[in-house]
């Protein structure tokens, strides 16, 4: 198998006017390195076969695709959900998480570093270390260390370190600075392994790539299922990894619609959200040109803003450059759902199909009706795959909270 797609970026790991290579000079040769292993892993049989067979073996691949009769009934359109809350772990992050691995010991590397927010990736990342038998390093804000203390317990089980950072505003883009730091000063024995479709050159491309497997499964199956495309294609977007896994099976068929979703948390208005294509600028973060949500108040203009979510996988100021790419050429369609609009959806979902998704995968259902409703009015009965991409144990106690129920 190989795992190279069409759709490479253009120089310095440009998508039209953005990505790019915005890093310090320290950083260029690790990525340069990085960029050369990736270039020839993608084509290389043998690399794609041991991914393979480990998303076969170990993930449970391929992840089914399940025709939900019940919700399609409620939303007025004929619904497929891509399952990828059935992978060991319970959510997509895993296939990027595997990928990585195996290339950190292609390229002879023998430490795994990460950096995490809520501690999805940290949990990943710490499962495949163990799978294949190299330490590991979680980087993590100690504000975040607080709030996930269950997944914190999760990656010291597996084997990890998790080592708090206390510095700046003690979240998630202190934990990114920090966990280049240490790459840069570990780069001859040390793999960095991003979570999303974000960051530096080559990250965006490789893990696009690499959760691929989305889009060309989702694709096969319902080939097989229905004998013809979707009308349209949905996913959530935090970073924007299960989307571009997902429309990376769709983006050359035009008839395909493409739909983004981003968290509208209280409401875009509020200022409170994570609509970071929806409602924010143009700026560098991580490496690389994309959109991100910025202060406007004039003392801190331009700056970094905190992104809000009831989701903690799509509470992130940035979004992958290749979705910017997208919205500004058309070809995907962004919209934002609110806390309270995806937790209706999570609720709709667990009643009409016996399925408990995650609230990130939440925001996705939620946009199905109006989607579903636009696609109706060309006439025929619309047909609609979703990316679930995970499972919603992790999210009880959220939603437990936001009901008002004490567990
Ligand atoms: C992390 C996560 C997301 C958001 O990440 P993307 O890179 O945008 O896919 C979405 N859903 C689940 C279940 C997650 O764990």
């Not at 319970?90 to 590397?109: E, P, T």
Request: proline share 4%; aromatic share 6%.
């Amino acid at each position: 198998m190989i795992l190279a797609t069409a759709h490479d970026p253009g120089p310095h790991g440009r998508f039209g006017r953005f990505g790019g290579q915005y890093v310090a000079e320290t950083l260029m040769p690790a990525l340069a390195e990085l960029e050369a292993a990736w270039r020839a892993a993608r084509v290389d049989d043998g690399f794609g076969d041991e991914v393979a067979a480990l998303l076969r073996d170990y993930v449970g691949r391929p992840s089914l695709l399940y025709r939900a009769a019940r919700l399609g009934a409620a939303v007025g359109a004929r619904v497929y959900l891509k399952r990828e809350d059935l992978n060991h772990t319970g959510a997509h992050k895993i296939n990027n998480c595997i990928g990585q691995a195996l290339l950190a010991r292609r390229m002879g590397k023998r430490r795994l570093i990460a950096e995490t927010g809520a501690g999805q990736h940290g949990v990943a990342t710490a499962t495949v270390a163990a799978l294949l038998g190299l330490p590991c390093v979680i980087y993590m804000g100690a504000e975040d260390v607080a709030r996930q203390s269950l997944n914190v317990f999760r990656m010291k089980l597996l084997g990890a370190t998790v080592v708090p950072v206390e510095s700046g505003t003690r979240t998630l883009k202190d934990a990114m600075n920090e966990a280049l730091r240490d790459w840069v000063t570990h780069v001859a024995d040390t793999f960095y392994l991003i979570g999303s479709v974000a960051g530096p050159p080559p990250y965006p491309w490789m893990v696009r790539e690499l959760q691929a497997v989305i889009g060309a499964e989702a694709r096969a199956q319902l080939l097989a299922a229905e004998g013809r495309l979707p009308d349209a294609a949905v996913a959530c977007v935090g970073g924007g990894s299960n989307a571009a896994g997902l429309f990376a099976g769709f983006v050359d068929d035009a008839a395909v619609e493409l739909h983004g979703v981003e968290a509208a948390g209280h409401g875009v208005a509020t200022g409170e959200h994570a609509a970071t294509l929806g409602a924010g600028r143009e700026g560098v973060l991580h490496g690389s040109k994309s959109y991100v949500l910025t202060h406007t108040d004039p003392a801190r203009l331009g700056q970094i803003a905190a992104a809000h979510s009831v989701s903690a996988g799509l509470d992130y100021p940035g979004v992958g450059p290749e979705h910017a790419a997208w919205k500004e050429s058309g070809r995907v369609r962004y919209q934002a759902r609110t806390d309270d609009e995806a937790l209706a959806a999570l609720g709709q979902l667990a009643r009409t199909e016996g399925i408990l998704c995650a609230l990130e995968t939440a925001h996705a259902l939620a946009a199905l009706p109006s989607i579903a409703g636009e696609l109706a009015g060309r006439g025929g009965e619309p047909l609609i795959v979703v990316c679930l991409s995970g499972r919603g144990d992790k999210d009880m106690n959220t939603v437990a909270q936001r009901l008002g129920v004490t567990l």
